[in-house]
């Protein structure tokens, strides 16, 4: 009888238990980003470390591609995720509709510092004098250029060019014709590569908008001299259509035209990393060298990247928060960067032996010196179309580059009042 | 009403409910709320905001890319639809002779209509490569200019996806080739006999005879061009150039959908181009009457 009772309050205690385990069931937050190959596996082993230190919370990462506009519907369906890897130039585009947690109140109450990070990083994350974003990585833009060609064109490879000046003459020496005049080979072509005319204005200490943003200014003297300039260095090369006819001979992979000395200079980013290791080892020991991009005035590059964002309306903010902090420590950001190949937003883990491990990645960190982000303000993107569609315009002479750069802000204009006004209603 | 009919209404009813639910549902009730999208300001997360015809004024009176690529999509259609019709008609009596192996042509020239428009879009932006694609070289051994930029050219883009739209002529081909097959061959037969030459053979009884087919494959033909959407995407990496003239309606559309999320502002515009697609179709209706010949119109 004793025995029975006692078997029996043994297994009510066991029930007791799993009962109490179930009620201190675990967090469970979900994590989106768009990374493939080494990035996945570095993300995959950070996470699982995570879930070491904090075993009450389980992390659920979702390998997702066109991740603003799923993030739009989940949010407005109310199945937001909870921490997102997210592109930091869409930051201000986003907060202005109200899609992202404000992270002033997190940030207060912990160990975050806006001085750890990269300058031109942290004040991307702003908008409207709030935080909605903790950077995660950075990148920017670097003149690469190729040391053979330039000992070839008799240039010194140890004296990069400095200036637009000395660009417009180097790329000069290093384009080459053949018999009945086409280009074989090119110096540098300032609208490859990802270079923007904003790139341009802030290399001649112009800007976009005006300082409160209220203004757009990108059509002043400094934006059209600094088109003029795009518009005449292209047409030293033999003009536009030459240029795209030349290009549409590129091949990819071993047979990029930066690698087998079809483009002797470019404006590219770290992101080319990998693919060069890969596919022109050789070419990326001996023969890639890397500069400042050159200056009108001053250098200046963009400074793009992620940032880890809590969607409005996550169902765990306080679980991601701890997930981001842990995302953000110096350790876990040498080992994300260092895997993926790229620069960790985190000074102290960019300036890293682990992750200034080489030339290559020596000069891009120290390039972020002169990392510039684009203006917060959700107008931004459709206002960066119609600048694209004004340099389009005067490359291909249909307009002046005052007239084009005119007919750009105009329109430009109309796009931040109608902004600005609904900023102010809300 | 007696029992059995209303027995077979409720059946009726019954069976055609999936597309009734569906349509109302999935098509009709959307419809209604993108209208009233149109006239408001919405981003998708906000709530929308009311605005009257604030984004139709905006849309006539206040932008350049909206006039621009209404030009493009209709320069598209007035020479794409009426080439395809042409070139599906040829191809259709060509696959409607009787020799032996004449099911496998037809295979062969339906495939490309089977092939995903991604994928073509990709094949063709080789075809149209400057330097190394098919085209410009055939055109340099024929001796003629073979430096033509193609998609990368203001002038020749828009012409090039309309020739890279007879690539697709495939389906409207078959639904000729079946309207050839429904004439009667005995017309033909009364015709010989009569000493009618080929030629007038397809003039008085080919062409009249497939006017139906003709009429039904200008309508979706008109419906499918204006609405233009994956092979510009892919071709020009989703920004329309160069030089935006390749910006059609559907591109444009999207652009503001996704990229600057005006949805408001995006509804607008799919109202737009229902209300010009509406029209022309009703134009077509109208006029049809005095072209188009059905076989039962014959009396006596």
Known sequence: ?426 | MNKGQRRETIVFYLFISPWIIGFTVLTFGPMIVSFWYSLTEYNMLQPPLYVGLENYRRLFTDDPLFWKSLYNTFYYVIFSVPLSLATGVVLAILLNQKIKTMPLFRTIFYLPSIVPMVASAFLWIWIFNPRFGLLNKTLGLLGMPDNILWLSSEVWSKPALIIMSLWGVGGSMIIFLAGLQGIPEQLYEAARIDGATSGKQFRYITLPLLTPTIFFNLIMGLIGAFQTFAQVYVITNGEGGPLNSTLFYMLYLYRQAFEFFNMGYASAMAWILFVIIMTFTLIQLKFSGRWVFYQGDIKG
């Not at chain 1, 001085?115 to 004098?129: C, K, Q, V």
């Not at chain 1, 670097?142 to 010194?156: P, Q, R, S, V």
């Not at chain 1, 802030?202 to 300082?211: A, H």
């Not at chain 1, 409005?312 to 040498?334: D, H």
């Open chain 1, 1 to 426: 009888m004793l025995k029975k009772r006692f078997f029996a309050s043994f297994l009510l205690l066991i029930l007791l238990l799993s009962l109490t385990l179930n009620v201190a069931a675990k967090t469970k937050i979900s994590f989106w980003h768009n990374w493939s190959g080494e990035g996945v596996k570095a993300i995959d082993s950070i996470v699982n470390q995570f879930e070491k230190v904090y075993p009450d919370i389980d992390v659920e990462v979702i390998l997702t591609t066109k991740i603003e506009q799923k993030l739009l519907v989940s949010i407005a369906g109310g199945a937001a995720p909870d921490v997102v890897l997210f592109d930091r130039y869409k930051t201000g585009q986003f907060a202005a509709r109200g899609a992202l947690t404000e992270l002033d109140k997190f940030i207060e109450n912990s160990s975050i510092k806006s001085e750890d990070f990269f300058n031109a990083a942290w004040g991307e994350t702003i908008y409207r004098g709030k935080i909605y974003s903790i950077p995660y990585y950075v990148d920017n833009r670097a003149l690469l250029y190729n040391k053979k060609l330039f000992e070839e064109a008799g240039l010194d490879p140890n004296d990069p060019p400095e200036t637009w000046d000395e660009l417009i003459e180097y790329s000069k020496k290093l384009t080459k014709y053949d018999d009945e005049g086409r280009i074989t080979q090119v110096g540098f072509v300032p609208i490859w590569d990802w270079a923007s005319l904003v790139h341009y204005i802030w290399q001649s200490g112009g800007t976009v908008f005006n300082d409160d943003m209220t203004k757009v200014v990108f059509n002043n003297e400094i934006g059209v001299n600094a088109l003029q300039w795009i518009v005449d260095f292209i047409d030293m090369c033999g003009g536009v259509d030459e240029l795209i006819s030349f290009s549409s001979g590129f091949g990819a992979q071993i047979n990029n035209p930066f690698y087998i000395g079809q483009v002797a200079m470019q404006s590219n980013g770290p992101w080319i990393y990998r693919d060069i290791e890969r596919y022109a080892p050789g070419f990326l020991k001996n023969d890639l060298r890397i500069a400042p991009l050159p200056k009108n005035t001053e250098h200046a590059t963009i400074a793009g990247g992620f940032s880890l964002i809590i969607p409005k309306g996550a169902p765990e903010p306080e679980a991601a928060w701890k997930f981001i902090q842990y995302l953000v420590q110096k350790e876990s950001q040498i080992e994300w960067a260092f895997a993926s190949g790229t620069i960790p937003a985190l000074k102290a883990a960019a300036y890293s032996d682990q992750i200034m491990r080489d030339d290559f990645w020596e000069a891009f960190v120290k390039n972020m010196e002169y990392g510039k982000y684009r203006p917060v303000h959700p107008a931004f993107p459709e206002v960066e179309s119609y600048i694209y569609q004004a340099v389009d315009k005067a490359v291909y002479h249909k307009m002046t580059s005052k007239e084009a750069l005119d007919w750009a802000a105009e329109r430009a204009q109309v796009i931040l009042d109608q902004h600005n006004l609904k900023i102010i209603n809300n």
